[in-house]
């Protein structure tokens, strides 16, 4: 879906690839080949992302690198570690973010976040949180690509370590933590739909808490105030919960700052492109 968004002729391409690959899913029964056919569909993802622009003031000399997005991966780690360009270093911070909301989320519903399925366990990292949070990236990346394209950045929005990594300004990270209750709503279906598979399989008869979404309480409040016969009333709660988890409603959007195209300046009309009429 964010790969068709961008709307070229090689966006639509890729899409499409990415779609069969998908169709594939279901009949992969190792791990490696499912590890293969990600990293397939990513390529294609990402290949998208290089050239997308990154916006400065004009009045800011910045290095050319620093204009678009760039290659996902990092050329001092050969992966998204450390990134090397302002855009990737947004979308890490973003990802770092929903990371912290799912282990949260996790903690809800009773799994250790450090117990991993597809990622590894390692020392210090919350291995299954990477693995639940993976559904949920796809409202980051939108929400990424729309802030990319109403705001125009300062140099002083990043800074650059001796090694290449870029880092954000205080004040942009503070601009980017706000949009964490996004993210906390994006994951929270996806971790009690997790949670409840891997409780089928052990105590099936346990009922799970839905906490994060609130869905077994809407259910009883939507059976409390209607007076169906019983068994549709059990049927509308269960298609309820079934609605909640497997299709959560799209986050609403974060409002943005919109900045001088000229000086970087915040600017309060959302008509304006300029601060004054020097600019």
């Known amino acids: 879906r964010v790969a068709r968004s961008f709307g070229t002729q090689m ?15 279901e009949a992969v029964d190792s791990l490696e ?11 294609l993802y990402w290949a998208l992302w290089e050239q997308v622009p990154v916006n400065f003031a004009r009045r800011e000399r910045v290095i050319p690198r620093w204009m678009t997005f760039g290659s996902r991966l990092s ?5 998204a570690r450390r990134a090397a360009t302002p855009g990737n270093a947004i979308l890490n911070y973003l990802y770092s973010m929903l990371a912290s909301e799912t282990t949260v989320a996790l903690h809800v519903v009773g799994l250790d976040p450090g117990l991993g399925i597809l990622h590894a366990d390692k020392v210090n990292r919350h291995s299954v949180a990477l693995d639940v949070m993976e559904p949920a990236r796809v409202d980051v990346d939108e929400w990424l690509l729309g802030f990319l394209k109403e705001r125009i950045f300062r140099k002083i929005d990043f800074g650059e370590a001796p090694d290449g990594t870029v880092r954000l300004s205080i ?3 503070h601009e980017l933590a706000a949009t964490a209750p996004l993210w906390r709503r994006a ?25 994060l979404t609130g869905t077994r309480r809407r259910a009883a409040y939507a059976q409390q105030t209607t007076s169906p016969p019983e068994s549709s009333t059990i049927a509308s709660a269960v298609s309820i919960h079934d609605r909640a988890v497997d299709k959560p409603a799209p986050a609403p959007r974060v409002k943005v700052a ?9 600017i309060a009309g959302r008509q304006k492109k300029f601060c004054s009429k020097e600019c």
């Open 187 to 211: 994951v929270a279906p996806v971790t009690e739909k997790v949670a409840r598979l891997l409780l089928d399989g052990y105590r099936p008869d346990v009922k799970l808490p839905t906490n």
């Open 11 to 25: 966006a639509i391409a890729s899409s499409e690839r990415i779609e069969v690959v998908a169709q594939t899913l």
């Open 171 to 173: 004040s942009l990270a």
């Open 258 to 266: 919109l900045t001088c195209a000229e000086c970087g300046k915040p």
């Open 33 to 43: 080949d499912l590890r293969s056919l990600e990293a397939f569909g990513a390529g």
């Open 75 to 79: 050329p001092l780690t050969g992966s």
